[in-house]
């Protein structure tokens, strides 16, 4: 992911295991997205973090804007969040939709 509002990679190298099947802005943070992939994953960033050093979780680089991740859905195909209740995202799968909401936005 390349941020458009600098002249340089924001900082992200997110690597999924799939194709991104759904992006979509915060309605109301300009620097937040949620993206959802064909590795059955959501993930939340946040464009408005500058550092560019990554986090070490468990042996593993993550990324600082990197801020949540959803799992638990197959071949989840669109993300939306709801535009009167900060947080709180939708998605839908083959099989089901979840409802969830995240302290981190």
């Known amino acids: 992911?390349?941020?458009?509002?600098?002249?340089g990679s924001s900082g992200i190298n997110a690597e999924y295991g799939g194709p991104i099947t759904s992006v979509e802005w915060h309605p109301?943070?300009?620097s937040v997205?949620?993206?959802?992939?064909?590795d059955n994953q959501v993930s939340l960033w946040d464009l408005g973090v500058e550092s560019s050093?990554?986090?070490i979780i468990n042996?593993?680089?993550v990324p600082p804007q990197l801020l949540f991740i959803h799992q638990g859905q197959e071949e989840?195909?669109?993300?939306?969040?709801?535009?009167y209740i900060p947080g709180l995202l939708l998605t839908t799968s083959l099989h089901d939709f979840n409802v969830f909401k995240t302290i981190s936005v």
């Open 1 to 7: 992911v390349v941020s458009t509002q600098s002249s």
């Open 59 to 61: 042996d593993t680089e």
């Open 28 to 30: 109301t943070d300009s």
């Open 76 to 83: 989840i195909k669109e993300l939306h969040w709801h535009p």
């Open 33 to 38: 997205f949620g993206a959802s992939g064909e």
């Open 53 to 55: 050093e990554p986090l």
